[in-house]
């Protein structure tokens, strides 16, 4: 078992507690917003971001992200992406050095276009990238949180890192594959939603299978 904690209880941050604390970790999740706080600590259900999904009691909730961080093995960072700087930079000097930290906000920064992992470059440099991974892959926190089956990939620089992300979150019903290319799995996993959007365009405008090149769909517009 290991000491798990959760930055963001955005509906995808709450579903990899619960995953977290399904596999038998010790659980801690930060909530920026005291309504959620106050609704798992009390209820065990984010009410406002995953409703209707029961948390266990194991799952405890705070608004100190200080306190949710310390001593944790594991620490996953799950806001939206635009918050991840301001978020991560609370967490400087709180972090314990031998953890690994899984970043599992998807995106790109909009007011900078810098990926996730030069966000945190910028905002921790005393993290070693080798100590980072990023989580990533076509999941949807509702099903996660009901079991349902999915793949996804923990990246790093350090096999080391990927590795033990594995470890403590793999699952019969969550698959991680780990992989070193972790540029790669951020780009993918920012880019996979405008990819869709343009498809489901295309789709809608009729122009058939072999227009399927996104560029065409916008192109449309």
Known sequence: MAKVAVIGAGAWGTALALHATRMGHSVMIWANEPE???????TH???????????????????DEVEAVRSAELVVLVPPSKFLRSV???LRGAIDPSAVIVVASKGIE?????LMSQ????????IQASSVAFLSGPTFAKEVAACKPCNV????KSLAASARVQELLHAPFFRVYTSVDPI??????ALK??????VGALDALDLGLNRTDPRQALAAF
């Open 153 to 156: 990939v923990a990246a790093s």
């Open 184 to 189: 790669g799995v951020e780009v993918g996993g």
């Open 193 to 198: 939603n405008v990819m869709a959007i343009a």
């Open 45 to 63: 259900e984010n009410a406002l971001f995953l409703p209707g999904v029961t948390l266990p009691e194991d799952v405890r909730a705070t608004s």
């Open 119 to 126: 966000v945190i470059a910028e905002v921790v440099p005393e």
């Open 110 to 114: 909009e007011s900078s276009l810098k």
């Open 88 to 90: 991560t930079a609370r």
């Open 36 to 42: 959620v706080v106050d609704s798992i600590e009390s």
